[in-house]
């Protein structure tokens, strides 16, 4: 099965925990399909064959819009968003893209708003089928929006990207302290070749400013330190502040080809990467090649916005 039908179920249920997720991939039999798009994830990991579909299809769930997981979802592990119309300018007029959760019902009255203007079914390994719909006039959507009985996100892109702090902001990092003993596995991210490399906790308290990861088991803390203090930080804001201190750029941007790239194991944060795929509804595609992500469609504004959250200069 798909995971159109794991959409369903969480849709259903609305909040639930983690036990409960992974019971449900398990149950609805859903298969991976190996696809290479989230190599970055696998490679964030450790290693790509072991990486879970459980967690490439909760990584998904949370960078299309559709669930927030642990701390987006207040007291839950996990919560699915309530069902709404991302809107933007697109080069093919405006663009509604159908977020949150789905029920039979509110897919077939869907169908039913979208006859007269066409709703485009966009399929990707490991994520929801992606729904989305273009028209000239801005109150088709309006309207499709009142038929249906969506919620409405105006601007979408750009509302989120302009409601989040810069990767720099004190407020996206919190005091700890650097775990103690023998058995912690410690990393460090090297920005010199984009990849996390054994270290030691002397590390940790000697940098001037480095990403450190602390493994035990099930625990494992992110954490930007700088002459003995240690902050806790989510890894994908980390790895661009001190992107940001090396001067390091791993973002690319084509105007022609309204292209976003960025190097396959520095991918932005859930919230940019969200409002990058608000831009098309097309979930990022990964270039064995050149091991970048791709995002298509993103005005030159959205890259712009993108690239201050993220505090890097595009080339």
């Known amino acids: 099965m798909s995971a159109n039908a794991l959409l369903l179920w969480m849709s259903a249920r609305q909040e639930g925990s983690w036990q409960q997720f992974r019971a449900a991939v398990e149950e609805l039999h859903l298969s991976g399909s ?15 064959n072991a990486f879970p579909l459980y967690q490439a299809l909760r990584l998904n769930l949370q960078r299309l819009g559709h669930a927030e997981f642990f701390a987006g979802a207040a007291d839950r592990d996990w919560r699915v968003t309530p069902p709404s119309l991302a809107v933007t300018k697109h080069a093919r007029g405006w663009l509604g893209v159908i977020a949150g959760a789905r029920s039979p019902n509110l897919l077939r009255r869907l169908e039913g708003a979208t006859q ?5 079914v966009i399929t990707a390994a490991d994520c929801p089928d992606q729904l989305r719909v273009f028209v000239a006039d801005p109150d088709l959507l309006l309207g499709i929006v009142q038929r249906v ?3 409405i996100q105006r601007d979408a892109p750009a509302a989120l990207l302009m409601s989040l702090p810069p990767v720099d902001d004190p407020a996206v990092r919190r005091r700890a302290d ?7 596995r410690i990393e460090r991210f090297a920005v010199s070749d984009l990849r996390w490399k054994p270290a030691t906790r ?4 000697r940098t001037a400013a480095g990403l450190f990861r602390f493994s035990f088991k ?3 803390y992110d954490l930007f330190c700088s002459r003995g203090n240690a902050f806790q930080i989510p890894a994908p804001v980390g790895k661009y502040l001190v992107l940001r201190r090396a001067r390091r750029r791993v973002l690319e941007y084509d105007v022609q080809d309204r292209r976003l790239s960025v190097l396959g194991t520095c991918r932005p944060p859930f919230l940019v990467e969200r409002a990058l795929i608000l831009c098309s509804g097309v979930p990022p595609s990964f270039d064995v090649a050149t091991r970048a992500v791709n995002y298509v469609g993103v005005p030159p504004e959205i890259a712009g916005l993108a690239s201050r959250v993220l505090r890097q200069e595009m080339w």
């Open 218 to 220: 099930y625990q494992r």
């Open 116 to 120: 007269s203007v066409g709703l485009e």
């Open 34 to 48: 190996a696809n290479p798009a989230d190599e970055a994830s696998q490679v964030e990991a450790g290693s790509r």
């Open 202 to 205: 002397e590390d940790a308290l």
């Open 178 to 184: 650097l775990p103690f003993g023998a058995d912690w």
């Open 149 to 151: 009985g969506l919620g």
